[in-house]
């Protein structure tokens, strides 16, 4: 199940196996991936996703914790 522990614990195994800068500052758990009719992720998709919760973020005024 996604919870903050399991996110430090994929954090700690990232950090013990690439450089500093590689490691994720924030994990998001999704519910579903999207995914093309051929089952590629589609990497478009996920990333404006992202810029969309980016965006409505700064707008709130608040960051994610």
Do not use: N, W
């Not at 430090?8 to 998001?28: C, G, H, K, L, T």
């Not at 999704?30 to 969309?52: C, S």
């Amino acid at each position: 199940q996604a919870s903050p522990e399991l996110a430090e614990e994929m954090r700690q195994f990232v950090r013990a196996r690439v450089a500093a800068y590689q490691v994720p500052s924030e994990i998001e758990f999704l519910d579903a991936v999207p995914k093309t009719e051929t089952g590629k992720i589609r990497r478009k998709d996920l990333k404006e996703l992202e810029e969309k919760r980016y965006a409505d973020r700064q707008l709130s005024g608040g960051a994610k914790e």
